[in-house]
């Protein structure tokens, strides 16, 4: 037990030190999250222009009892499943970086997205089948409605969460497909299961106290501008939500570089990132970020 909260922690250090030492790992959840909030902004000014009395759109749509509500759940479904591929795909991006630093490269932001785009159309698929089962397990809650609503819907999210924990590695490293994926995912988390939670969840914690400071220097300015002077709170609730936004940022990237750091103990036994580049599997372009092979 005290080897796993050792390997946990130094995991849990490794992905901020990574950081650290290469802010450009930044860069993927910095792109997904600008292009999210864009889909959600095309979403609302979509849906705003549907409710247009006077829109052409809303005219033939009026030909056709309950067209608006088929047009809006449309929309819904394209801007969810395009979110969901977004967020695996920059993910599949930071992992690509982070790993090539684990092994010891200097990779740039470039050659992160270069691992994703070799492996893109694994990684729509999966994203098409990760969405429909979130949105099956929300449905599946929805129709139960109260307590038992809420247990399948948090116990339902949490086991699909645990399953594909290692889901975007293993679609960049091995040769699985989605679904033989999923059980291939399953039995790395079961091979890990005390140093993924405990490194998860310490950085879960380190990212909660972040987020508890921001909150505080928010509050603060909210008493500061009604008591005091508004200039300063204002400035204060700036620097707040600054704090909470860098500390969501630090947070994603310090996950998927976790993520990345599990993967390569889980298949290589090795904790602490390589001071030089290590011999890899094959010598496929791919493989020029996979975690290296286990010694002999």
């Known amino acids: ?55 052409a759109l809303t005219a033939i749509l009026a030909l056709h009892g309950g067209g608006e509500y088929l047009v809006g759940i449309g929309f819904f479904l394209i801007g969810y499943f395009a979110m969901t591929f977004i967020g695996v795909y920059a993910t599949a991006g ?70 594909t924990y290692f889901m975007v590695p293993v679609l960049l490293y091995e040769e699985q497909g989605s679904w033989r994926g999923i059980v291939r995912s399953s039995r790395l988390f079961v091979s890990t299961f005390g140093r993924t939670i405990f490194s998860n969840l310490a950085l879960g914690l380190i990212v909660a106290a972040g987020i508890i400071v921001a909150v505080l220097v928010v509050v603060a300015g909210v008493f500061e501008a009604i008591l005091h002077s508004v200039g300063v709170g204002l400035v204060l609730i700036g620097v707040g939500l600054a704090i909470a936004v860098g500390v969501a940022l630090i947070g994603a990237t310090a996950e998927g570089i976790l993520c990345a750091a599990l993967y390569r103990y889980a298949t290589t036994g090795q904790v602490e990132p390589s001071l030089l580049p290590p011999p890899y599997r094959t010598a496929t372009p791919l493989a020029s970020g996979a975690p290296p092979a286990a010694s002999p």
């Open 1 to 55: 037990m005290a080897g796993t909260f050792s390997d946990s922690w130094r995991l849990t250090k490794t992905a901020f030190r990574l950081i650290a030492e290469d802010r450009a790992l930044l860069v993927f959840p910095a792109v997904a999250g600008g292009a999210i909030l864009g889909i959600l902004a095309l979403l609302v000014a979509g849906w705003f222009w549907i409710e247009q009395p006077h829109s």
């Open 94 to 163: 930071l992992i690509g970086a982070a790993t090539l630093k684990l092994n010891g490269r200097q990779p740039t932001a470039r050659d992160g997205w270069k691992v994703a785009r070799a492996r893109w159309g694994k990684l729509l698929v999966w994203s098409l089948i990760s969405a429909t089962v979130g949105l099956l397990i929300q449905a599946i809650a929805r129709r139960l409605g109260g307590i038992a609503g809420l247990l399948v819907g948090v116990a339902g999210g949490a086991t699909w969460s645990v399953a």
